[in-house]
């Protein structure tokens, strides 16, 4: 399993660092003022309430969504800066694809192409967008694939897969691009309680092996295990954050309390 | 029954028909998916000029729109330019029902695409795919299932539209058979023309069913 990270001495150590966004959809302010910071190799764990705003939040920063103002950078670099839904530094465009690659995303319905097979889902963008050799992205993609379990799979289309085997499909797809940080929107939310575990584990193995995660999550057994930080959004902001033992097992705020009453 | 002469009138009536429909459906799915692109692109200009399109092509009759090419243009052409303009019907009707369907074509493709559970485009550009890259690798080719079922009845009902033809000076197959008919007064060269509109029309829908099935393949479980 090869993650290319980067060995550099003084490579930058923020790999997303995120000031002051927010976003309005029309009138209504969904993201009010959001800063954060996330290390090389840190897994970070977003919990909250539904409509708290953190799939937008995910989605601001690989641009699925465009923040009304702030900053994104990643590694250091500006990716994006706006003003009253207006771009202020335009990137350029090419470097701006490359910074969009860097960002891997999972989704909760896992958003597989239907009418590609499973080794075709995961080598679609790197040769379409990367312009790979087909050959020896294809060799990759089954490398991809045997690490989450399904390289036996490869050939079949995902409609014959469960939910949990095509979330692992998604992963790999996304890890087929050589992302730096990959995003996971609650990937495990969509599946048979018996299913999860299987993704979990994939995902363990992808900290383990040093990739940076931004995780929204309502598992908050795999947050404290596997976390390094824990995020706790509500109503468009950070209400609180910190180790997974200070949010989870000692929250300050009365607002996480009580949201992990409700789902403990 | 059928003298030879006769039979290949006919023969030539139906390839004429044929010929008409094929056309027209080959340039309607090309310009068509231009169109339809046009109908859902965020481009102000893109947008009206294919709504326009669309609300022209449809709103009126294919009879008008068959003569707007075949007599209005040369009597512009002669206005505009001092000299006349001799128009091949054939080309014409190849123009006109092309145009056409390129209408009809544009509205069904724009509901396949439309029908494209928004999470594909999503998933596409989340991997880096630029709108164009996703439009074509991911999108468009999963609304070819889609399209099959109403692209065989478009075809069905162009090449039934195609007797139209006969009002500008084109042999078509009912047209063929009515000469024959009136000069012989004989009313069975309509069942020839029946069965033949039949023939074709079934043809089309066994293709279209199988092409469904095969299309399908990767939605099955
Ligand atoms: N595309 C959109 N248009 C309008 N409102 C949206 C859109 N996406 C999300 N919202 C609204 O933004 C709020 C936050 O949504 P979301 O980020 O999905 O929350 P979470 O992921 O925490 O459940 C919700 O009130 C939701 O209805
Ligand atoms: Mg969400």
């Known amino acids: 399993m090869a993650i290319d990270q980067p060995k550099n001495k003084d490579a930058v150590d923020t790999m997303v660092e995120v000031r002051n966004i927010t976003k309005y959809f029309g009138d209504l302010k969904v993201l009010k003022g959001i800063d954060f910071k996330v290390k090389r190799g840190e897994v970070v764990c977003i919990i909250g309430p539904s409509g708290s705003g953190k799939s937008t939040m995910l989605r601001c920063l690989n641009q699925l969504e465009r923040i009304t103002d702030g900053e994104i950078y990643i590694e250091g670099e500006l990716m994006d800066q706006r003003k009253n839904d207006k771009t202020i530094n335009h990137i350029d465009a090419d470097r701006l694809q490359q910074l969009r690659c860097d960002l891997g995303m999972v989704f909760q319905n896992f958003n597989l192409f239907p009418h590609l097979n499973v080794i075709e889902n995961v080598t679609v963008a790197p040769i379409t967008v990367l312009k790979a050799n087909k050959e020896k992205i294809t060799k990759r993609g089954l490398e991809l694939l045997d690490m989450v379990g399904l390289k036996d799979r490869a050939y079949e289309y995902p ?11 998604a992963i790999a797809r996304a890890l087929a691009m050589n992302p730096k940080i990959m995003l996971f929107d609650e990937p495990t939310s969509a599946l048979d309680p018996e299913l999860v575990g299987d993704v979990l ?29 824990v995020i706790f959004m509500d109503d468009g902001v950070i209400c609180e954050e910190g180790t997974p033992d200070e949010v989870i097992n000692h929250p300050k705020e009365e607002r996480t309390r009580s949201f992990l009453k409700k789902i403990l | ?36 692109l046009g109908r859902i692109s965020k481009n102000k200009i893109a947008n009206a000029l294919s709504w326009f399109y669309v609300w022209f092509f ?25 000299s006349t303009l001799v128009i091949d019907p054939m080309l014409c009707a190849f123009v006109t029902f092309s145009l056409n369907s390129t209408a009809y074509m544009a509205e069904i493709i724009r509901a396949a695409i439309e029908s494209i559970p928004e999470g594909q485009m999503e998933a596409a550009k989340a991997l880096g795919m630029s709108y164009h890259q996703a439009m074509r690798k991911i999108i468009i080719p999963q609304t070819f299932k889609r399209l ?45 023309a029946a069965a033949i509109y039949l023939f074709l029309t079934t043809v089309l829908q066994v293709i279209f069913d199988k092409l469904e099935k095969r299309f399908g393949a990767y939605e099955k479980r």
């Open chain 2, 1 to 36: 029954m059928l003298t030879s002469t006769q039979g290949w009138a006919i023969f030539h009536g139906s390839i004429l028909t044929v010929e008409i429909a094929l056309v027209a459906v080959f340039f309607g799915v090309i310009l068509g998916i231009i169109v339809a």
């Open chain 2, 58 to 82: 449809r709103g009126t009759p294919l009879l008008l729109q068959l003569f707007m090419v075949y007599f209005a243009v040369p009597i512009i052409y002669l206005n505009v330019t001092g």
């Open chain 1, 159 to 169: 409609v014959r897969l469960s939910g949990g085997q095509q979330q692992r499909v």
């Open chain 2, 148 to 192: 099959v079922a109403p692209l065989g009845n478009e075809l069905i009902m162009l090449l039934k539209d195609t007797s139209l033809v006969s009002t500008i000076a084109l042999f078509d197959v009912l047209r063929t058979v009515k000469t024959m008919a009136s000069s012989t007064g004989n009313w069975v060269y309509y069942l020839y």
């Open chain 1, 201 to 229: 584990a994939t995902m363990r193995q992808l900290a383990d092996d040093g990739m940076t995660m931004i995780i929204v999550t309502h598992e908050i057994g795999f947050a404290r295990e596997v976390a390094d930080r």
